[in-house]
C-alpha cells in the first residue's frame, strides 16, 4: 500500500491503536484549514494516489456506532447568502463551488453526504447532509486539486444534539477499534 496515505483529524480517534498495529497515519488538527494543510503536505511528501481519510462523524440519520462511507462532501458553513448565493455554494470557484463526489470503495457500507464546517455541529446544518464533521470537504478539494483519490469512512459519534460532545468523547475507543478493523480489511 506504497500507494496509500492515512489522515486522521486527532490522535483521539485513532487512540494510539494503528500506531500499536504499525500503521502511519497523519494527523491533520481540527478544522478546514488544518485539513488541506497537511493534505497538501501529505500528497507532497508521499507521493500516494489515494489518500484514507477515517474519523469520527455527527448524524441524526445514522444510527450511533455506525461505519458510513462518505459519498458526497459539502460545506457546511459556507454562507455567502447575504450577496444572493445558496448557503453551501462558493462564489467564483469554478472547478467545486457546492459539493465534491467520490466513488464509493466499500461495497459493504452505507454511504451519505457530509457536511463540513469549522463548528461542532449541535443542530440541524443549514446544507442538507446525512453526517457532519469539520475537516472533510478540504480533504476532498485539496485531492481533487492534486488527481488524489480520497476514500472517507466515518464513524458515528455521536447524534449532533446537544450530548454530542460527551458521547463523542465516550466514543472514542470503540470507534478507534471498528475503524482500525476496517482499515485492515483493505
Aim: with cysteine; hydrophobic share 40%; aromatic share 10%.
Amino acid at each position: 500500500m506504497s500507494d496509500v496515505a492515512l489522515i486522521m483529524a486527532l490522535p483521539n480517534e485513532s487512540k494510539g491503536l494503528f500506531e500499536q498495529a504499525g500503521i502511519e497515519v497523519h494527523y491533520s488538527g481540527i478544522g478546514k484549514v488544518n485539513a488541506a494543510y497537511k493534505a497538501f503536505e501529505v500528497i507532497q511528501k508521499t507521493g500516494c494516489k489515494t489518500l484514507i481519510n477515517l474519523g469520527t462523524a455527527g448524524s441524526t440519520y445514522f444510527d450511533k456506532h455506525e461505519l458510513v462511507e462518505v459519498s458526497q462532501f459539502v460545506q457546511r458553513d459556507m454562507d455567502v447568502s447575504p450577496l444572493g448565493f445558496a448557503v453551501g455554494f462558493t462564489p467564483f470557484d469554478t472547478m467545486h463551488p457546492a459539493e465534491i463526489h467520490l466513488e464509493p470503495f466499500f461495497q459493504h457500507l452505507r454511504t451519505g453526504i457530509c457536511g463540513t464546517g469549522d463548528s461542532f455541529e449541535t443542530g440541524e446544518p443549514k446544507v442538507p447532509c446525512h453526517l457532519v464533521d469539520m475537516e472533510g470537504y478540504a480533504l476532498a478539494k485539496v485531492c481533487k486539486k492534486q488527481g488524489v483519490r480520497l476514500i472517507s469512512v466515518k464513524y458515528i459519534s455521536d447524534g449532533a444534539n446537544d450530548t454530542a460532545h460527551l458521547d463523542w468523547e465516550d466514543n472514542l475507543l470503540l470507534g478507534a477499534q471498528k475503524l482500525l478493523a476496517l482499515f485492515e480489511s483493505i
